[in-house]
């Protein structure tokens, strides 16, 4: 079992900024991928940025250039830089977790809140 804890949301004026981070209770080393996603009121929850073991990064479209997803292995933690922020990106984020053995696990933390005010 991995469990993940965000922080880092909160409330920011439209073009600043917000650094989340999520904490995982295990070594993220050995996971094969972290991600963030985000879900805004009556949509559907969809991916902001994943990160690798290796290090390769992706991005949504909507994010590209604004936001910066990165890891510290040492500290086990997960942040999401997020500048020149807009109100549409104002929505619940969640840390994910994606780890291949046997199987194929998915672990969720609880979500923070980015509220961005025009």
């Known amino acids: 079992q991995v469990q993940l804890v965000e922080s880092g949301g909160g409330l920011v004026q439209a073009g600043g900024s917000l650094r989340l981070s999520c904490v995982v209770s295990?070594?993220?080393?050995?996971?094969?991928?972290m991600g963030w996603y985000r879900q805004a009121p009556g949509k559907q929850r969809e991916l902001v940025a994943t990160?690798?073991?290796?290090?390769?990064?992706n991005y949504a479209d909507s994010v590209k250039g604004r936001f910066t997803i990165s890891r510290d292995n040492a500290k086990d933690t997960v942040y999401l830089q997020m500048n020149s922020l807009k109100p549409e990106d104002t929505a619940v984020y969640y840390c994910n977790a994606h780890l291949v053995s046997s199987y194929e696990y998915e672990y969720w933390g609880e979500g923070t809140q980015v509220t961005v005010s025009s």
């Open positions: 990160i690798t073991s290796g290090g390769s990064t």
């Open positions: 295990k070594s993220i080393f050995s996971i094969n991928a």
